[in-house]
């Protein structure tokens, strides 16, 4: 709001403003910056999405439960914390948290389209497919992840200082800013938590800079060329095996502080047993 780098029309009355900064979902506003109204449709979309990946994050916190979200690795391993982030044991255990935390959100966000969709408003989409369809990682992070973040840090960091700086050093600021953004989340998130280290989030967000600049400057290269004739689940695989490994340094603070493990004891779990 003081700097001015809110989507158009976000603050032309005091009602709008609140509409747009109080809904837990991004209000979707038209070029001319007014709420526009939920189209057809718009309702079963966001219920079937929020029951698909609610039943999924249910399925993924069974798993979590039964192997302490490090399946091949010892109860009670912090992937962040091994030598060389325990590649490449750790794999399956960032690959069952990174999806449990997608489905959180994504469960999450749906709710709120669903809520707001029943009030006869609409919405913009926060995630697109990106754990099945992403290309590349700047396809990851730029059109598929967290799309509500991703659009806050290209109007408030990115447009500003592209002006500016320049496109590259205006992404690195848009990385670093939503590096401290996650910083902050997960110090208030774990702030009891005496084994939490910050960090883990600025160095992860650091690496994805260095990919997504190693990634455009190799694109007209013969091995650029070579990764973007692969097929379509390829390039997915390929996408989300690079920049896994060091997912720790993110996931840290949501599942070695016991936020999302918690949430397995609470919510209908399968329990195993032997007689």
């Known amino acids: 709001l ?17 509409v747009y900064c109080g809904a837990p979902g991004e209000v979707a506003l038209d070029a001319e910056g007014r709420i526009q109204q939920a189209p057809p449709g718009l309702l ?19 798993v979590g439960d039964l192997t302490d979200f490090v399946p091949g690795l010892p109860r009670g391993s912090d992937p962040a914390s091994m030598p060389l982030f325990g590649f490449p044991w ?9 999806w449990t935390f997608y489905c959180f959100l994504q469960s999450i966000l749906q709710f709120w389209r669903v809520v707001l969709a029943l009030t006869g408003i609409a919405t913009e989409v926060p995630f697109r497919q990106p754990m099945l369809l992403s290309t590349c990682i700047r396809d990851f992070w ?9 659009r806050m840090m290209k109007r408030s960091v990115f447009t500003p200082c592209a002006k500016r700086m320049g496109p590259r050093l205006a992404a690195f600021a848009a990385f670093m800013a ?17 084994n939490y280290m910050p960090g883990g989030p600025l ?7 260095v990919f997504c600049t190693a990634e455009e ?18 390039k997915t695989a390929l996408t989300l095996l690079v920049p896994m490994p060091f997912a720790g340094l993110f996931l840290q603070g949501v599942f070695a502080g016991g936020v999302v ?15």
Request: aromatic content about 14%.
């Open 217 to 234: 400057l190799l694109r007209a290269t013969p091995l650029g060329r070579l990764a973007g004739a692969l097929p379509g689940p390829a």
């Open 90 to 98: 750790s794999v399956p255990a960032l690959f069952l948290q990174t």
């Open 2 to 18: 003081a700097c001015r780098t809110g989507h158009k029309g976000f603050d032309v009355s005091f009602r709008q403003w609140m």
């Open 203 to 209: 160095l992860f967000f650091l690496l994805q800079f």
């Open 261 to 275: 493990p918690s949430m397995a004891v609470l919510l209908p779990r399968v329990v195993l047993t032997t007689s």
């Open 142 to 150: 730029g059109r598929r992840w967290n799309l509500l973040i991703h």
């Open 44 to 62: 079963g979309e966001c219920l079937r999405s929020l029951l698909g990946h609610w039943c999924l994050f249910l399925a993924f916190l069974i």
């Open 178 to 194: 939503s590096a401290l953004f996650h910083e902050y989340m997960w110090v208030v998130t774990n702030w009891r938590d005496m």
